[in-house]
């Protein structure tokens, strides 16, 4: 946490776990979100309620790459990886990670674009496609389909001029038949 | 040599024994409790037209007779896991509990460390280590793939495993799916009988004391330590547990497991090993056409708190 040259502003160190402060009055790493703005955020962007993530504790390792967690820590952790990737700040627009999605996105009630199956093989396949009928915001999108009745998120698109981009990963990239 | 050839005076039915570890095994797939169930995943496979077979000693698993296990929705949602049967063993052996701090000390690629955490609920704390760091990003993309929250990833050797990054200093139970000649994996895998050395298995014995002993180490009295191989070699199985036995404050339990297995053997190539070993089971491939295993369940030894006491092993 600390730096080397006195009176310099603490920074964040990319090699290890920190957890986030409570509150921005709480913050001592120039630049690191706080857990109540993520808790905002998840509210404000997808409609998920910040109770969703009572238990879990939230923190930062490399440059903005936020991690979600529910077991115990101590801080600061010097390990491979604590939870989940969750959340990417420290960049204009806040991008959720397709894990976070998938795990948490079925509790989102805005910015939920519904794909039907031709679309959601299309997405799965890391191909972007045109979709000019969506009215909703611009932005990071949860993409889900309905599988066996009930609607399943599948990534994190990104909406801009009409067209759904889909960032899904490479390595989690899939060819799938279109289930109608 | 064929090495399984070493292992006849041990099986009761050569010939079964030598014709089921010559036939290949289906792909299986486990159903992360975490994000569906089991009938949820027989429904998308319905509906998508997947063929599957469900595995009549265990609801969560499904024979996927077309193979492919990744090219379907399910897998892609985080719903399945391809996992062989017999490697869902272990961690129904040591039953992890909602809450509870468990070590897998020998975790890469995940397919037990992610069970565990399912196991669990995704509640308590998982600390998943590999001394491997390249197989260890196969284990953080499978635990994130299916959606796990509670795990910690470490990179130590785990013969001197430190708890210094943890919260705590001692688990409540530990798996160790201990390196091995893997012999048992013949079926999806011909090359590790040619490839088979009696020197590896030497030196992976060695290891496998060394990683089973810091374990029983590392687990709190009355804890639980399960140790686990895909080998038919008694030098990694019966011989590592007699050495434990004999070094460190721990015993050998009973338990159950929902397939039919041979016990422990007691003397092999000249040596005596201590009576309890036959409590460990042996899964050889012609009992219940899987590949071959080899679980051991321990108690740890010492004063277990009254909060603390696990009923089951107690006994």
Known sequence: ????????????????????????????????????????WWDERFGIEKEVFEEYSFWEKGAGKIWIFNGEATDPSEVEAVGMTFLRTRQE???????????????????????????????????????PEWDGDWGYLIATHEVAGERVPIGVGLYLYDELRSVVPKGSRADLPVVE | MNPLDRYEPL????????????????????????????????????????????????????????????????????????????????????DPQPGERVWDACAAPGSKTTQIADAMDDEGTVVANDNNLGRLSALRHNAERLGITNTIVTNQDARNFSTKPLAFDEFDRALVDAPCSCEGTCRKNPDVLDQWTLGHVDAVAGIQKGILARAVQATR??????????????????????????NED??????????????????????????????????????????????????????????????EVAA
Not at chain 1, 17 to 32: K, M, N, S, Y
Not at chain 1, 103 to 120: M, W, Y
Not at chain 2, 59 to 81: A, K, S
Not at chain 2, 234 to 246: F, K, M, S, T
Request: negative net charge; glycine residues 10%; charged residues 30%.
């Open chain 2, 221 to 246: 009295p009355g804890g639980v330590v399960v140790y686990s191989t895909c080998t038919f070699a008694p030098e990694e199985n019966e011989a590592v547990l007699d050495h434990v036995l004999a």
């Open chain 1, 93 to 131: 627009h806040w991008k959720p990670t397709g894990r976070a999605v998938s795990r948490f996105g079925s509790r989102a009630t805005k910015n939920v674009i519904e794909l039907d199956p031709a679309q959601a093989a299309t997405f799965a396949a890391g191909d972007d496609q045109d979709i």
């Open chain 2, 11 to 94: 099986v009761d039915d050569v010939d079964a024994f030598r014709a089921a570890c010559d036939r290949p095994l289906p792909s299986v797939v486990r159903t992360n409790g975490i994000a569906a169930t089991p009938d949820r995943v027989r429904e998308a496979f319905d509906d998508e037209g997947v063929a599957y077979e469900p595995v009549d000693w265990h609801d969560g698993l499904f024979r996927l007779p077309d193979g492919n296990p990744g090219g379907n929705w399910p897998y892609v949602h985080g719903w399945t896991h391809g996992q062989e049967e017999v490697s869902v063993l272990p961690t129904l052996a040591l």
């Open chain 2, 250 to 311: 721990c015993e050998l339990v009973e338990f159950d497991l929902p397939l039919e297995t041979d016990p422990g053997v007691t003397e092999w190539d000249g040596e005596a090993y201590d009576e309890s070993v036959t409590r460990a089971k042996r899964i050889y491939p012609h009992r219940n056409d899987t590949g071959g295993f080899f679980c051991a369940k321990l108690r740890v030894g010492g004063e277990a708190d009254e909060s603390a006491s696990d009923g």
């Open chain 1, 1 to 40: 946490m600390s730096d080397d040259e006195p009176g310099a502003a603490p920074t964040n160190d990319g090699q290890q776990f920190d957890r986030l402060p409570e509150t921005p009055a709480d913050r001592e790493i120039e630049g690191r979100a706080s857990r109540a703005e993520v808790l905002d």
